[in-house]
């Protein structure tokens, strides 16, 4: 009984070794570059309102800022935001 319950106790810890090593050159295999943010957009992001409302069109601030550094929106897109949030972006978009 003993010989039998370290049988399995010792499978089933070299299966999860196994799955956990396995599982981690999968996680550095298909790593997504999502999370690489430039500065740019982060001192877009830190220049908007916050408030993640999606007035701009955008499913919120980060979204917009990531938008903004593309080229794909204005500088101005912002409603909340109004003149002021404008030209601080644009200072930062270098126009």
């Known amino acids: ?14 299966i999860g070794f196994i799955f956990g090593i396995l599982l981690g ?3 550095k295999v298909f790593m997504s570059n999502e999370n690489n943010v430039s500065e740019q957009q982060l001192a877009i992001r830190a220049a908007l309102p916050g408030v993640n409302c999606g007035a701009c069109g955008y499913q919120g601030c980060d979204a917009f800022a990531k938008a903004v550094c593309e080229g794909v929106a204005q500088v101005d897109g912002c409603p909340v935001g109004r003149t002021a949030t404008a030209k601080k972006i644009a200072e930062i978009m270098g126009q």
């Open 25 to 27: 050159f999968a996680s």
């Open 1 to 14: 009984m003993l010989k039998e319950l370290l049988t399995a106790g010792l499978t089933l810890s070299a």
